[in-house]
């Protein structure tokens, strides 16, 4: 409840959701400003932890590789992961390991997928996959950027939805293909192509 005399507003910060209450008194002007005791980042984190620890192994039961970071989303299937442990991109404390080798907390996982190499420390140790909140309570990331998206399209293919192509986008195509060049039937340079037989007969036919 607001005192007599007092103006009060209230405003809440878009991106932690935490409010501050200010209250000005008319009479000598004087601000108070205090703030409130949300706190919803916390929940979601408190959510995502109490999730990774219900989906974390029974006492004593190891964690294999391969079925670690498919949990944590760092591949798409468990297959992958398995098919990424064989092919020797997966490192555990700077080592090769095979899909069974047993993961434990505190080690750094290093992974090549899909060309871009993350870089892991395993904080909580998980046998289901998860959503990407709770993965992210999961581990430390140490991965470097991923690289840039190539912005310029390959040379010959049109956006879909863009229409048939007019002449003129043939003719562009062509040359990025390499048909147009010099040599190739209606390239620059190339000679005029075969006329109308000599010698035959007229449209009147001689008549």
Do not use: F
């Not at 703030?35 to 039961?61: F, L, M, R, S, Y």
């Not at 899909?99 to 892991?120: F, K, M, Q, T």
């Not at 986008?169 to 190739?184: F, H, K, N, Q, T």
Request: contains cysteine.
């Amino acid at each position: 409840m607001d005192l007599p005399g007092t103006a009060a507003s209230t405003a809440r910060d878009a991106t932690t959701g935490t409010g501050t209450a200010t209250s000005t008194d008319a009479g000598t002007g004087t601000r108070t400003i205090g703030t409130d005791a949300g706190q919803p980042d916390d929940a979601k984190i408190a959510a995502a932890v109490a999730a990774a620890e219900a989906a974390a192994p029974a006492n004593g039961e190891s964690v294999r590789i391969d079925s670690w970071i498919w949990s944590v989303r760092l591949v798409k299937t468990r297959s992958l992961g398995s098919a990424a442990c064989k092919g020797g991109h997966v490192r555990v404390n700077g080592e090769r390991v095979k899909p069974a080798h047993s993961v434990r907390i505190g080690d750094e996982v290093r992974l090549r997928n899909e060309g871009r190499e993350r870089v892991v420390v395993v904080k909580r140790l998980i046998r289901k996959r998860v959503g990407a909140p709770v993965a992210a309570q999961c581990y430390i990331d140490n991965s470097p950027p991923p690289p840039p998206r190539e912005a310029v399209a390959p040379a010959g293919i049109r956006d879909r939805g863009a229409g048939r192509p007019t002449k003129r986008d043939r003719r562009e195509l062509e040359r990025l293909r390499g048909l147009g060049a010099p040599g190739w039937p209606g390239g620059p340079g190339a000679g005029p192509g075969p006329g109308p037989a000599s010698g035959g007969r007229g449209r009147a036919g001689g008549r």
